[in-house]
């Protein structure tokens, strides 16, 4: 695969702060962690214990149905995340997906920062954009790749060990491309506007894979993988790469785990996609807890409207109901979205009218 920096559309530059690498402090085994990964307030957060409460699960292979059509609705309305099964992407890419991950993370730190970040871009390999001197930070590093369309992919930043990453890299997300697709096209029927509106606002996305890798941690009830967020994306469908357990949603006040369903996907509605719905659909804040001994990996897929196109609501569903929303270029939300904290729902704070 040939480099393919050169394109008509750039992607934004920008400056974050770099910060340590979480892997490398986590196999020091220090007796006590630094304090900027210290996170007094979670002691109070509420988890809940009741295992009952659990997000949906869509069969994806039943879609055509009425009934899955409603159940997906309601998903994405009460919910805002739930578990895909039966989604049609063959398990040895996943599983290929899942193996290169682990062999880059099992790497030398030297030979994985072969693909670090570098000053003025979003990609490669470190840790979550930190924008101020004393923001807390993460338990995890990470690795940023622009997956699609593959005129934007900066391929400096995809690792050539394993051999196979990018092959499979280039095969995952054509398939999870196909899948968004095929839940928007049923999204844009429930929430009763033309689909294909919705969809070409999606046909070119930009398509972003954020490899996690949570260390585990001696203090692991007192740091945070991920702090709570809400994705700035349409649509985000998360692979749970290891048998580690970690995201948290949060609902009624309370923090929900997730179990994941061997071979599911975890989806959930981001900003852009409750934007676009006018607030019908909800974006939901969530978080990653870490393991005190287990390393957990997992694997996220964003989905963004393309270059070129308005962030709003859509324009049937806001015929006869008020826009809740501002209507701004993704050129704009992006620059936005990347030069913010992303705490919360940050980017619905801003776009709220
Ligand atoms: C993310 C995210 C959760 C997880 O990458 O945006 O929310 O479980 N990850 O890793
Ligand atoms: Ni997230």
Do not use: D, L, T
């Given at each position: 695969m040939e480099t393919m920096v050169e394109s008509t559309v750039q992607l934004e530059r920008f400056g974050y702060l770099p910060v340590e690498n979480v892997q490398a402090l986590a196999s020091k085994n220090l007796d006590n962690i630094p304090?900027?990964?210290?996170?007094?307030?979670?002691?109070?957060d509420v988890v809940s214990a009741d295992e009952s409460l659990q997000i949906p699960v869509i069969d994806v292979s039943k879609l055509d149905h009425e009934d899955e059509q409603k159940k997906l609705h309601f998903a994405c309305k009460d919910w805002g995340f739930f578990q895909i099964i039966?989604?049609?992407?063959?398990d040895e890419i996943i599983e290929q997906m899942k193996t290169d991950a682990q062999e880059f993370f099992d790497l030398p730190l030297e030979e994985k920062m072969v693909c670090a970040q570098v000053q003025?871009?979003?990609?490669?390999?470190?840790?979550?954009?930190?924008?101020?001197?004393n923001q807390k930070l993460d338990w995890s590093d990470m690795l940023f790749l622009i997956g699609q369309p593959v005129h934007l992919r900066d391929t400096r930043f995809w690792p050539t060990n394993p051999s196979s990453f990018r092959e499979t890299m280039d095969k995952y997300t054509t398939e999870l491309h196909k899948v968004m697709i095929q839940l928007m096209k049923l999204i844009a029927k429930n929430l009763g506007t033309d689909p294909e509106m919705l969809l070409s606002l999606f046909e070119n996305e930009i398509q972003a894979i954020k490899m996690n890798y949570y260390p585990p941690c001696a203090e692991a009830s007192k740091v945070l993988g991920a702090s709570p967020h809400s994705d700035a994306t349409a649509l985000t469908l998360l692979l749970h790469a290891n048998e580690v357990e970690g995201l948290q949603i949060k609902r009624d006040q309370k923090w929900v785990p997730v179990k994941p369903i061997p071979g599911a996907f975890t989806v959930n509605v981001g900003d852009m996609l409750e934007i676009l719905s006018n607030g019908e659909y909800k974006s939901i804040e969530h978080r990653a807890v870490v393991d005190p001994e287990k390393e957990r990996l997992s694997i996220a897929s964003f989905h963004n409207q393309k270059m070129g196109t308005q962030i709003g609501p859509l324009p049937d569903l806001v015929k006869t109901n008020k826009a809740l929303y501002r209507t701004i270029p993704v050129e704009e939300f992006r620059k936005m979205k990347l030069t913010s904290k992303q705490d919360g729902k940050f980017m619905i704070r801003k776009m709220k009218l």
């Open positions: 304090s900027r990964y210290i996170r007094p307030e979670i002691e109070s039966n989604h049609g992407v063959a003025g871009h979003i990609e490669g390999y470190g840790q979550v954009f930190v924008v101020s001197e």
